[in-house]
């Protein structure tokens, strides 16, 4: 019994900011690699951010570094996504995945996903 709920989406003006949570529940937390993937219309689902069980490493795909930071807090179960200078590029429906292997979760293999939470950017 696993369960992952991402919040935070909405609608911001290009060049905001936005911080999305994804809040673990069902099973033990703190071992699981985390992972934020995203998907916008018409097209296939992309790499955003992992990081692993203690949160000592981290991975961008290179459209969001610098712009976005993934962090995480054990003790809530919880894993965050700090987006900032958002883009219209990067409205998409942002999905949070979980997996006890850190490189399963970056290539999209996580065994767990949750039911995303939608972002729109304004130009």
């Known amino acids: 019994q696993v369960q992952l709920v991402e919040s935070g989406g909405g609608l911001v003006q290009a060049g905001g900011s936005l911080r999305l949570s994804c809040a673990a529940s069902?099973?033990?937390?703190?071992?699981?690699?985390m992972g934020w993937f995203r998907q916008a219309p018409g097209k296939e689902r992309e790499f955003v951010a992992a990081?692993?069980?203690?949160?000592?490493?981290?991975y961008y795909s290179d459209s969001v570094k610098g712009r976005f930071t993934i962090s995480r807090d054990n003790a809530k179960g919880t894993v965050y996504l700090q987006m900032n200078s958002l883009k219209p590029e990067d409205t998409a429906v942002y999905y949070c995945?979980?997996?006890?292997?850190?490189?399963?979760?970056?290539?999209?293999?996580?065994?767990?996903w949750g039911k995303g939470t939608l972002v729109t950017i304004s130009s």
């Open positions: 990081i692993n069980w203690n949160g000592g490493s981290t």
């Open positions: 069902g099973r033990t937390f703190s071992m699981y690699a």
């Open positions: 995945s979980m997996d006890r292997n850190t490189i399963a979760t970056t290539q999209g293999r996580g065994a767990y």
